[in-house]
């Protein structure tokens, strides 16, 4: 039934995308106006075709993303309900965003003598940057699924600590194209720094350019590698190649811990990721170390060796119990 409804739900959307630019098509101007600098003064055009093509296709990937972390969430009820909230965040808020920006497009165009006499209503960019997350996280909320519905088997992984043994699990992952991608942050930064501060090029696109270069390489220093350790003293989760900042989960704070395979499709793409009730650090599509709290959320890392280290967790958790 949930696969059927996202499967509806999305054919509704792409054919209120088709249907309404269709028939205004008549009344629109030839190029017309597709972005709007301050004042809702229009300052990028685009021709009907690559409008149309753009905007559909962009929805539809969007769609079939959506669509597969439904199907998928819905098939392994057990291990991925984030998947399945995730996909339903996406189909909800990213449906309404498609149409927010496709509707609202056709309207500022409606009659206009030229893509210049194109006009923005003034709530609409307010409009379509609220609704859509606020309706994203509301079907993310209500696609969670059941309290307790994933459930790991039934006697997770543990080792046996004799008195007094000491014991270290360490493991690290990275992603090749995140750390691809924050190395050419960096040295896009230093290019564009060099040429701004000698003169060569000023202001313009490149000072533009500068902002989005820098937020790149501070979200890839953060999220291009991640490395768990597992001691006595609990979790430690540290984050991008230096290893700061790090995450502390005290040992106190857990229920038990196992691993199980998860993909990005499945909880919403890569990077730090939450839902209700759980969070995920995705750097690679595979085997995860599962934390479930005592308080009932859970923390999933992607990390190499992810039974080893569930195993030393139950341990430890159990014998900080026994004593």
């Not at 043994?165 to 691809?180: D, E, F, I, M, Y």
Request: aromatic share 6%; with cysteine.
């Amino acid at each position: 039934m949930n696969i059927r409804i996202a499967a509806l739900s999305g054919a509704a959307v792409t054919a209120a995308m088709v249907a309404l630019p269709l028939a205004t098509r008549e009344r629109l101007p030839e190029p017309l106006a597709v972005h709007w600098g301050p004042g809702s003064v229009p300052d990028g055009t685009a021709s009907f075709a690559v409008f149309f093509t753009a905007q559909l296709g962009i929805w539809v990937l969007m769609w079939l993303f959506a669509l597969t972390a439904v199907t998928r969430g819905a098939g392994r009820e057990a291990t991925a309900p984030a998947g399945a909230a995730g996909g339903w965040a996406l189909l909800a808020g990213g449906g309404l965003l498609a149409l927010g920006v496709s509707g609202t497009t056709v309207l500022a165009n409606l009659d206009a003598a030229s893509w210049t006499g194109a006009r923005l209503p003034a709530w609409a960019p307010v409009a379509i940057a609220v609704l859509p997350l606020a309706v994203a996280l509301a079907a993310a909320w209500l696609g969670r699924g059941r309290p307790g519905e994933r459930s790991p088997a039934a006697e997770p992984p543990s080792l046996r600590l004799r008195p007094g043994q000491r014991a270290v699990w360490v493991s690290r992952v990275s992603n090749p194209w995140l750390v691809a991608l924050t190395g050419a942050a960096a040295a896009g930064l230093v290019v564009a720094g060099v040429l701004l501060l000698t003169g060569i090029a000023t202001g313009g696109p490149l000072a533009g350019l500068v902002p989005a270069l820098a937020l790149v390489l501070l979200l890839g220093l953060f999220t291009s590698a991640v490395r768990a350790r597992v001691t006595a003293d609990g979790v430690a989760i540290g984050f991008g190649p230096l290893g700061r900042p790090v995450r502390r989960i005290s040992l106190a704070k857990i229920d038990r811990a196992w691993s199980e395979p998860r993909h990005p499709s499945q909880v919403g793409g890569w990077g730090l990721r939450g839902v209700p009730g759980g969070s995920t650090i995705m750097l690679r599509g595979g085997d995860c170390l599962v934390i479930r709290y005592r308080s009932g959320g859970e923390l999933a890392v992607s990390i190499d060796d992810a039974g080893r280290g569930a195993a030393l967790i139950n341990a430890l958790v159990a014998e900080r119990g026994v004593a």
